[in-house]
Structures are given as C-alpha cells and as structure tokens.
C-alpha cells in the first residue's frame, strides 16, 4: 500500500491481515474496489467468490438447493429467484461462506461444515416458504 496504513479498514486489522490486505484483489490499491467490512466477522477478510473446487465441497448442498424450485441456478453456485440474485458462495482462509438474501438484505453465512449447511438450507426453505405464503392470490 502507497500511504501505508490509509485504507477504511486498516484500523481493525491485525499485522497479519495487514499483510493480507497488501495483497488482496479486493484491495482500493490493486483495483480500486473497497474491502468489504463485514460487521460479524472478528474484523475485515479479503474473500473471493468460490472457485469450481471450493463448490465441489458443497455439491451435495447444491444438489439440495437445485431440487427448490423458487431457485434457478445460472451459473454454478449462483442461484436466483425470480429477477434477483438469491445467493453465491465464496471462500475465505480454507472455508466456505454463502451470501444469501433471506429477506431483503443479503447476509453472509459459513456452511463449512454439514451441520452448518444443514442449518442453511432449514433458513433458505424457511424463507422460500414464507415468500410463498405471503404472496397475493391472483
């Protein structure tokens, strides 16, 4: 970084993820994005959407989100409903997260693990089945 410390986020970061940060594609130097700062998080990550390999360790969750069919996937791992984007994945320090909008915002969620995907997809088919009820009958 040219001005040393003067991104937003340096103040929260550790020297470790100061160093991460250098080199990070999200980074204001390298493309003039932001680092997202994400509020539940311990302090800012560098994240990146999921390559083919990360999704391969959720296929099985995307087998699950395939069989709703609110869902459309447009792409591997990207899904929408209806016009919008619903979700997509992304990998940060060896886990996977999914940005998912449950009700108008989107929200970031970790489904390393199978309990976490388990508890994801219950919220998601929560979600589609509230949508689902509050809609006006024609």
Known sequence: ???GNDHPCITLLGAA???LLRSCWLCPTRTGRRLRCLGVQRHARCVRHATPDDLD???ALLVELRKLPQLRERKRGYFS???RAFLHFHEDAGDLYVDVRLDSNFQRMRVTSRN???DFLSQVRMALRAVRLHR???
């Open 81 to 83: 409903r209806g016009s």
């Open 1 to 3: 970084m040219k001005g």
């Open 17 to 19: 993820d100061q160093l």
């Open 136 to 138: 006006p009958l024609a």
């Open 116 to 118: 976490e995907q388990a």
């Open 57 to 59: 360790h959720v296929e």
